[in-house]
């Protein structure tokens, strides 16, 4: 069990991983949406899915920490290098998986994949990403 727990709604985005940015808050809630889908297809289709998956949320992650590390630069976030080297991280293990699908597809399951990237998710935005929030809500001040 991942750290969402194993309730109904685990694996949905919740209020509590607002940090105050809409695009930002939009990509996140987008994130969550497109692991629920791809659970959804993986459970109907075949192998092929658990690739397409990694492939689109690996292309939107990439997106998506380009933004977010964009808007970290322009609140002036001290803890911006500290970020990306997770983000790269995270690119990278989705990267081997991509890897180990391409060379070898039924060692990487749907299962096993898309908890993993979910709970990275919930773990990363309430442990990191909510770091920032207070960044977000001065930018502009005086
Ligand atoms: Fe929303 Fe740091 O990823």
């Known amino acids: 069990m991942g750290p969402c ?17 809409d695009l930002i ?3 996140h809630q987008t994130f969550f949406r497109m692991v629920a889908e791809a659970q959804e297809r993986a459970d109907r289709g075949g192998v092929e899915v658990v690739g397409r998956s990694l492939n689109f949320l690996a292309s939107y992650a990439v997106l998506h920490f380009r933004d977010e590390e964009r808007l970290m630069a322009a609140c002036h976030y001290p803890g911006l290098a500290e970020h990306q080297r997770a983000h790269q991280a995270f690119v990278v293990q989705v990267a081997a998986l991509l ?5 070898a597809p039924s060692q990487v399951t749907a299962q096993e994949v898309l908890p993993m990237i979910r709970d990275w998710l919930v773990f990363h935005i309430l442990g990191m990403d909510k770091q920032f929030e207070p960044w977000v809500e001065r930018m502009g001040k005086p």
Do not use: L, M, V
Request: contains cysteine.
């Open 5 to 21: 727990g194993d309730a109904p709604e685990c694996g949905a985005w919740r209020e509590s991983f607002r940090i105050g940015d």
């Open 25 to 27: 808050d939009g990509q």
């Open 99 to 103: 890897k180990t699908f391409e060379t």
